[in-house]
């Protein structure tokens, strides 16, 4: 390490240490109660002499949450005039003025007003983060961006505004927000979570007893996981295992691309590890001969393995499959993970063979492969 890099390294430890603790509550669903107990452990705190303010709750009107609210200090949300709106943000220079030892941020995943310092609110807390500010903050599982796929598989709908999961490995904690699909269900029924116009749309959509099992499952294991992860980060030594590292094999197609790669990327959450997305380039998706429509889910694919923490590899080649095998060398790659191939009645035979060495070839190098069910 030359000079300046240990300059910049020691550097680097000093602003960690003066970083702010980050904590968030996660649920399975709208309802739980996660805003309900971050203003719960405000009281608890404000009782203990911490000054803890609230930089930004959305009560949705729930009366209960709204009481938790009293005997809180709240700094002022900014006003924003947009299409003709007055709307209200969270006042992120107000809170690095004010300064307060712990601050309160809810809607975790919430979309910023165009023209805001940063796009999302997660952008807003890690700059609350960065300038010693302790945060207690709070997302639901579906927001969540590598588990998109799964929660639409699931609801059927395709939550648009989601967060890195390379903002929840940075929480120093992460709490589930617990409820059994009847306690969820008897809340929504008796008011707490809706109005009462908006009940019987959820109960046909989000809140059917199914959606809700299903999500509480991806909740409980998130939270598990995380939890697993900090214990190995933290406390075992994982000497003589295995290196791993996964390589998410894509195309320029729409879909398929983006359920391999946050597939990619959850396995190797699961194994605490990198990855990185292979595109090979081959001479008929050229930058001169690639449709427009192509080149855009491609950027849209490396954007999300980069959101996802993953090293994105782009190879001008005529052969796919030794691109693979050469990327599997020179990057050390334990596991290749790839959609199911297309083995139509015409090419059968060429992709067959071509199928064989590379499975041949991974077997040589000692390299698994998985087969993702990405439709």
């Given at each position: 390490m030359d000079k300046e890099q240990s300059v910049q390294h020691f550097l680097d430890?000093?602003?960690?240490?003066?970083?702010?603790?980050?904590?968030?509550?996660?649920?399975?669903i709208a309802g739980v109660g996660k805003t309900?107990?971050?203003l719960q452990e405000a009281h608890q705190l404000l009782e203990s002499g911490i000054d803890v303010q609230v930089g930004y709750i959305e009560t949705h009107g729930r009366v209960n949450t709204e009481k938790q609210l009293e005997g809180l200090s709240v700094i002022p949300r900014r006003k924003v005039f947009y299409k003709g709106k007055e709307l209200e943000e969270l006042d992120l220079q107000a809170i690095l003025h004010l300064h307060p030892e712990i601050?309160?941020?809810?809607?975790?995943?919430?979309?910023?007003i165009e023209g805001s310092k940063n796009e999302k609110r997660w952008q807003d807390v890690l700059d609350l983060l960065d300038a010693g500010i302790n945060v207690i903050s709070a997302v639901n599982i579906q927001h969540i961006e590598s588990l998109n796929e799964e929660v639409q598989d699931?609801?059927?709908?395709?939550?648009?505004?989601?967060?890195?999961?390379?903002?929840?490995?940075?929480?120093?904690?992460?709490?589930?927000?617990?409820?059994?699909?009847?306690?969820?269900v008897t809340r929504l029924k008796a008011g707490n979570i809706y109005k009462p116009e908006k009940i019987q749309i959820a109960l046909d959509n989000f809140f059917k007893s199914e959606n809700i099992l299903q999500l509480r499952e991806l909740a409980l294991k998130e939270v598990a996981l995380r939890v697993e992860k900090k214990v190995e980060n933290e406390v075992i030594d994982n000497v003589g295992v295995r290196h791993e590292k996964f390589l998410a094999c894509i195309s320029s197609a729409e879909k398929t691309p983006r359920r391999i790669i946050r597939k990619t990327a959850r396995l190797a959450t699961h194994y605490n590890c990198k990855f990185a997305v292979l595109y090979v380039q081959t001479p008929r998706e050229?930058?001169?001969?690639?449709?427009?429509?192509?080149?855009?889910?491609?950027?849209?694919?490396?954007?999300?393995?980069?959101?996802?923490r993953g090293e994105v590899i782009q190879i001008q080649s005529e052969n796919i499959i030794d691109s693979i095998i050469q990327v599997c060398k020179e990057r050390q790659i334990s596991t290749v993970c790839m959609g199911k191939p297309d083995f139509s009645f015409w090419n059968i035979f060429r992709k067959a063979l071509r199928y064989r060495k590379l499975v041949n070839h991974l077997a040589l190098l000692n390299v698994d492969l998985i087969i993702l069910a990405a439709r």
């Open positions: 430890l000093i602003k960690r240490s003066r970083r702010g603790k980050f904590k968030i509550y996660i649920g399975m309900y107990r971050m601050v309160l941020v809810d809607e975790l995943a919430h979309t910023n699931i609801v059927g709908i395709e939550v648009k505004e989601r967060i890195p999961d390379s903002v929840l490995e940075q929480a120093d904690e992460v709490v589930n927000i617990d409820l059994t699909a009847e306690e969820l050229s930058a001169d001969r690639i449709p427009l429509a192509n080149q855009r889910y491609l950027l849209n694919h490396f954007k999300l393995a980069s959101e996802l």
